[in-house]
């Protein structure tokens, strides 16, 4: 029987988190073992719908909008994550860091307010391991220009990017032994071994 951890994938966009996320997946499926895939914004139906209304081009919400938008999106992944919580494995793509990361680290949004409403819709869930998948300023450029649908936060700066990444490397500090870094600009197949290697000592 193999353990039921919560596992995350971070990074800024075009950090190959998304992509990383699918390689463990298809090895999970190889090997049988049960798991749930969720996104963020996103996961449920209800919450895709929020995905929609938040990333949306034409809207223009303010931060404060923002951050409720994703904690309401959040809030109705937390039942399915309720219904799951150690009885499978639960990937997650982006989670509350990406919240501190981006509202707080980019936008400015108070770093309390966040973790109240974070502690109110989890209780007593916890993440157990993070990837942090991170992509250095050049690439990011050039990875953010390849991307064929660009959302409305793809469309920041990279001066914001550079805050949202620090931010993250922050939390990543604070937390180094439930943290793993990916340096996204190494080879692919390399990090795709090391997140496995990891996802193993997760699991057995
Ligand atoms: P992605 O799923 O394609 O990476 O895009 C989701 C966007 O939402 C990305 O720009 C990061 C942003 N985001 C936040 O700003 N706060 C959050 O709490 C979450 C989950 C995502």
């Keep these: 029987m193999s353990k039921k951890p919560i596992i995350v994938f971070e990074g800024i966009e ?7 996320i699918s390689v463990v997946s298809k090895y ?10 969720i996104r963020e914004p996103g996961g449920s139906p209800s919450s895709e719908k929020i995905r929609k209304l938040i ?19 959040r809030s109705e992944n937390i039942t ?7 009885k499978k494995i639960i990937l997650i793509d982006r989670f509350i860091d990406s919240t501190i990361a981006y509202q707080h680290f980019g936008m400015g949004v108070d770093i309390k307010i966040i973790y109240l409403i ?8 916890s993440v157990d391991f993070t990837f942090l998948n991170l992509v250095n300023k ?15 936060y793809d469309k920041f700066n990279t001066n ?22 990916i340096n996204s600009n190494l080879d692919i197949k390399l990090n795709e071994k090391l997140i496995l290697k990891k996802i193993d000592e997760l699991i057995f």
Excluded at 28 to 37: F, G, M, T, V, W
Excluded at 118 to 125: Q, V
Excluded at 161 to 179: H, I, M, P
């Design 28 to 37: 999970l499926d190889k090997k049988e073992i049960s798991y749930i895939k």
């Design 14 to 20: 075009g950090s190959g988190k998304s992509h990383h």
């Design 118 to 125: 974070n502690r109110f819709l989890l209780k007593d869930i």
């Design 160 to 181: 914001f990017y550079n805050k949202v990444q620090n931010g993250f490397l922050k939390l990543a500090k604070l937390k180094k032994k439930s943290y793993q870094l």
């Design 55 to 73: 990333l949306n081009n034409k809207s223009d919400f303010n931060k404060n909008t923002d951050l409720l938008l994703y904690l309401a999106s």
């Design 80 to 86: 399915t994550i309720k219904k799951y919580y150690k």
């Design 138 to 152: 050049q690439n990011l450029y050039l990875r953010l220009k390849k991307r064929k649908k660009l959302n409305r």
